[in-house]
């Protein structure tokens, strides 16, 4: 519920920030935490555990499921960017074999993306351009899986 004075328009004093030394997006103080030296964004793929790599122009960060085909799923921030605005995710097509009376698993890789929002801290052509790096790192990504889950299908279940 907002209570705007009509009197004044001015806006209220804004909530201190605190400027990433990573990412040079801001933060708001109050969640700022000095001890990890970078912006909670920074940290979902940089944290040990997180166990992302800071490629400069984007930063990633793959997350195994935990079942026994192990999907793949990578985020891909491009720097410039909020938050995880590309994906590349394995997944599983099954599909039944008449002849072998067995259903046979189809590995499948996708890319997708969407604008997810700039922080302001690139003007767009940069941002742009990080995007398009992002993707094509996206892209290579999603063929060596879709090559490594093609070697790993030859090899039938005994
Ligand atoms: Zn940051």
């Known amino acids: 519920m907002r209570n705007v004075p009509t009197t ?3 806006p209220k004093a804004e909530e201190p920030k605190v400027t990433c030394p990573v990412c040079g997006a801001t933060e708001k103080e109050k969640d700022y935490q000095p001890e990890i030296g970078m912006c909670s964004r920074c940290w979902w793929y ?3 555990e997180a166990e992302g ?3 400069g122009l984007f930063m990633l960060r793959i997350q195994i499921r935990d079942d026994q085909d192990g999907r793949r799923m990578a985020e891909i921030r491009p720097r410039g960017f909020w938050s995880g605005t590309i994906e590349v ?3 599983i097509l099954h599909s039944y074999n ?3 009376k067995e259903v046979e698993k189809n590995w499948n890789v996708r890319v997708s993306w969407g ?3 700039t922080d302001g801290t690139l003007d767009d052509l940069r941002a742009a351009e990080n995007f398009t790096r992002a993707m094509d790192h996206a892209v290579m990504l999603a063929k060596i899986w879709k090559m490594e889950r093609k070697e790993g299908a030859n090899t039938r279940r005994s």
């Open 89 to 91: 995710s394995e997944d």
């Open 115 to 117: 604008s997810g929002g």
């Open 46 to 48: 940089l944290a040990p």
């Open 8 to 10: 004044s328009r001015k």
């Open 53 to 55: 790599t800071d490629h």
């Open 98 to 100: 008449a002849e072998t």
